[in-house]
């Protein structure tokens, strides 16, 4: 595995292997990295001969009073779990050469990023699209490889593909979870080992909506209700949003027709942490 931090070089290395014929896959990350991470890997595997992982802390798309500085980097446990995975081509750019001082140009979301992480996080989505289309710029992948932990982001990201004529194809993860239900995320570690464990109530919360779906609950405002509760009753625990949305369009769902895709989204204050997670529901 080579480690890449001058993007220029990474994007010389990206043509080279294009010249060659080699298929191209990425993934993008903030490091830390974790099993849903490597299963991102495994999938980019799968689709292409040449992996590309990032890692990169994007100070564009965290707000003001958010985790940045703090934010874990634990650079050398990152590169040997890269390495096991199969990683072809670590990239990790410096702040520095992705922003120099005279960077000026950036990417507006539309009504998408406007709802749920777009509104409790100002700028967030504006960050992610405009580091993503540098990041394609520079490892010029055929497939890049997003988590549905974070769907609105997978969505945004799928909209700036088809709206920029980008010629790549994504690659949807299914969400990693801990044995108690709990979607695997870098912030994990933030949790003492209680409200860790405790966690697990958010993943509850998404079964057992899906479980009042199946009995043909149509109302979606009382399942939200009922899982806000459950989630609340948990000392500790605050939900910021539960909400039902279409899970293409992810506007706001008030009651279920039969035959759609609905996805609950919910972000959840445990202390100084913030969780998310969602789960996509048929009805
Ligand atoms: P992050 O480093 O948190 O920005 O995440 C990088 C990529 O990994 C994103 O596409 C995430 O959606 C994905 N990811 C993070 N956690 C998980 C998980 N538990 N399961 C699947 N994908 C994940």
Do not use: W
């Not at 991470?37 to 798309?61: C, D, E, M, W, Y």
């Not at 989505?125 to 497939?143: D, S």
């Not at 995320?185 to 479980?211: T, V």
Request: hydrophobic fraction near 40%; charge should be neutral.
């Amino acid at each position: 595995m080579q480690i890449i931090t001058d993007p220029g070089q990474m994007q010389a290395i990206a043509e080279k292997l294009r010249l060659n014929r080699q298929l191209i896959g990425v993934v993008m990350t903030m490091g830390a990295l974790h099993e849903g991470h490597l299963s991102l890997v495994k999938l980019a595997r799968k689709s292409a001969g040449t992996v590309i992982l990032t890692i990169f802390v994007n100070p564009r798309q965290f707000g003001p009073t958010e985790d940045l500085l703090r934010y874990p980097r634990p650079f050398e446990q990152d590169v040997a779990l890269a390495k096991s995975a199969g990683v072809d081509y670590l990239f990790s750019p410096e702040a520095g050469s992705i922003y120099p001082e005279h960077f000026q140009t950036t990417l507006e979301c539309g009504t998408l990023a406007a709802r749920f992480e777009g509104e409790q996080r100002p700028g967030h989505f504006n960050g992610v699209v405009t580091v993503v289309t540098k990041l394609f710029n520079i490892t010029k992948p055929h497939t890049a490889i997003f988590g549905e932990k974070d769907a609105q982001q997978l969505a945004v990201i799928r909209q700036l593909i088809a709206d920029l004529n980008m010629d790549i194809s994504i690659v949807a993860a299914p969400i990693v979870r801990e044995e108690n239900g709990l979607a695997v995320s870098s912030r994990n570690i933030y949790l003492s080992s209680q409200e860790r464990s405790a966690a697990g109530i958010i993943y509850q919360g998404i079964c057992h909506a899906e479980k009042r779906i199946a009995e043909h609950e149509n109302n979606l405002q009382t399942i939200v209700k009922e899982v806000k509760e459950m989630i609340s009753s948990t000392p500790g625990f605050h939900p910021a949003y539960v909400s039902f949305v279409d899970d293409t369009t992810f506007q706001p769902a008030e009651t279920a027709d039969a035959g759609k895709e609905y996805r609950l989204l919910l972000a959840v204050h445990v202390g100084k942490v913030r969780l998310i997670d969602n789960g996509k529901i048929r009805t």
